[in-house]
DNA sequence: GGCAGAAACATACATCCTGCATCTGTTTTT
DNA sequence: AAAAACAGATGCAGGATGTATGTTTCTGCC
């Protein structure tokens, strides 16, 4: 392992380079759009060539779903977290949902999730990203509340898709600047009202 | 006004122009999105020339702003229907979300107005035809069911959009092919909890 | 230690698309 | 009937994407 500051091994090389562009898009994508963003600006101020970019990734679209995989991947760690501290079928919902909230509001995460990959990414493309992961804790979050008896029986294929565009759109009037405790609130009420008893 | 076969008026020709570049072009932005579709592929399909497209629309965006205009229009149309037919401020809710889950199973229209349309449009410009319509409707509607002590007090800035999500995803996820009894249901369930009593 | 091969990165090119400027022909107006 | 206004067609400039081809940097082996 040379320390000298010029040798670095291709392991690393490709790391860097990999974490420089996906770093770089993230912030262009998020400040302009995908559309709007060319590979030309994007590696200038990246400050290499398009031959590296070419190189680490397939087409446009790879580096853009990169950068999708990585935002998408915190948004569930921060949701798993947060269930596992819960107790009852019921709280882990709650939890997830304040949660989601919470890791949407890191800027330019609705914009990036919500807005550019699904029209970038065809919807099969996007669901395998998103479903995977928080759809998939939803989903099995709601099954356990029905099985307990804390929800009312409703078809969970269903339920679990609209609930999440809810959140989401939650989500979206929070980085829009809505009051986060009106947004907070308006998606307890909607959880609560499924409960049947219509309490917070 | 002259009959002869090949002889038009200026305002035919151009309504005419533009209906055929419009119904091409929703069909094309339905069936590949609006990036993956050309303009020389698109006036191809439509029989036309390039120079027409751009003597009757700004650029393409422009283009695409009248497909979406056309099918808001349309959506809101519906929708006012069914709420002229209904009797209380619960049942112009619930009606007016039943005909917007009918009017946005026609196909393609989820594509057009939920995917490409945000992505597309700037979420300025989407709001300025989406929210004075579908969701100016549903703001009133909540607001009134409120006043009415029909539905929990709460802040309609953000439970309408919330709920005009809900029911955008679960219009999509009919369009997917659920159950629309299965959509409906749940609907109305997430309508019904926000009573604050529970019951349909 | 030095060299062959592979991998990382750079450069050059072919193709395509958008938007505009220009040009022709038709309709409307006076 | 002539001029003005307008619909529609053609050609061009700028720029973007993706690939093919070169060059440098590392890695494994002798």
Same mark, same amino acid.
């Given at each position: 392992m040379q320390v000298k500051s010029?040798?670095?091994?291709?392991?690393?090389?490709?790391?860097?380079?990999?974490?420089? %562009?996906?770093?770089?898009?993230?912030?262009?994508?998020?400040?302009?759009?995908?559309? #709007?963003?060319s590979t030309p600006a994007l590696v200038t101020a990246a400050?290499?060539?398009?031959?590296? %970019?070419?190189?680490?990734?397939?087409?446009k679209r790879a580096l853009f779903r990169a950068v999708?995989?990585?935002? *998408?991947?915190?948004?569930?760690?921060?949701?798993?977290? *947060?269930?596992?501290?819960? #107790?009852?079928?019921?709280d882990r919902l709650l939890a997830g949902?304040?949660?989601y909230l919470t890791a949407m509001a890191e800027p330019g995460r609705t914009r990036l999730l %919500?807005? #550019?990959?699904?029209?970038?990414l065809?919807?099969?493309?996007?669901?395998?990203i998103e479903d995977t992961r928080g759809d998939a804790t939803l989903r099995e979050g709601l099954e356990a509340a029905i099985e307990a008896g804390a929800l009312r029986p409703?078809?969970?294929?269903?339920?679990?898709?609209?609930?999440?565009?809810?959140?989401?759109?939650?989500? #979206?009037?929070?980085?829009?600047?809505?009051?986060?405790a009106?947004?907070?609130?308006?998606v307890r009420a909607l959880i609560a009202g499924l409960t049947g008893r219509g309490d917070t």
């Open positions: 010029g040798r670095r091994s291709n392991a690393e090389r490709t790391r860097a380079m990999r974490d420089r %562009l996906v770093a770089t898009a993230r912030a262009l994508f998020v400040a302009q759009g995908y559309a #709007e963003t400050g290499v060539t398009r031959g590296a %970019l070419y190189h680490h990734f397939a087409d999708v995989e990585a935002e *998408a991947e915190a948004v569930a760690q921060a949701i798993e977290a *947060a269930d596992d501290r819960a #107790e009852s079928a019921l949902a304040d949660a %919500l807005v #550019e990959a699904p029209a970038v065809g919807e099969a493309e996007r669901r395998c409703l078809p969970v294929a269903v339920l679990a898709p609209i609930l999440s565009a809810a959140f989401e759109r939650a989500a #979206e009037s929070m980085a829009a600047g809505a009051e986060p009106a947004c907070r609130t308006v």
